[in-house]
């Protein structure tokens, strides 16, 4: 009975310490600033798939002249993607459709976007890609820009 307990208590602390090393990851991404939410689909195909697979959840960071994407369900420190902005062109814009308005949160927005050749998706919401595409756009002169 008493090894039980033990064990219980060990398994309770170890999810306890697990979920605040979680939280506290999310704060350090966020304490520098010029973060939003933002779920990713890599290496979509061209017909513009909304089948709401491949969708993940995750929080993306402004960092000079990159944009880091870190997975929401992670205890990586380091961010998953590093997308530059000189390498980004914006392909267009839609809203969920089909199944993808299930994996996606309300009010989301699709950004299709090339990076280095890779067909990317995007989806944020109305103010975070207002931001993005302003991001985008207020690029150092000299540096190429496609904004759709």
Not at 27 to 43: A, E, K, M, P, V
Not at 49 to 66: E, L, P
Request: glycine share 10%; with cysteine.
């Amino acid at each position: 009975m008493i090894l039980a307990l033990t064990v219980c208590g060990i398994v309770l602390v170890l999810l306890l310490a697990g979920l605040f090393v979680f939280g506290l990851r999310r704060r350090l991404i966020q304490r520098s600033g010029g973060t939003f939410d933002c779920s990713l689909r890599w290496d979509t195909p061209e017909g513009g798939d909304t089948s709401g697979k491949g969708w993940a959840y995750g929080v993306a960071r402004y960092n000079g002249d990159r944009v880091e994407w870190f997975r929401v369900f992670s205890y990586a420190p380091r961010p998953r993607r590093v997308l530059e902005r000189s390498a980004i062109e914006v392909a267009g814009r839609r809203v969920p459709e089909g199944e993808e308005e299930l994996a996606l949160l309300t009010d989301y927005v699709v950004l299709t976007c090339l990076h280095r050749g890779t067909r990317l998706e995007l989806a944020m919401s109305e103010d975070a890609l207002t931001g993005f595409l302003a991001w985008l756009e207020a690029a150092p002169p000299g540096q190429r820009v496609n904004v759709a």
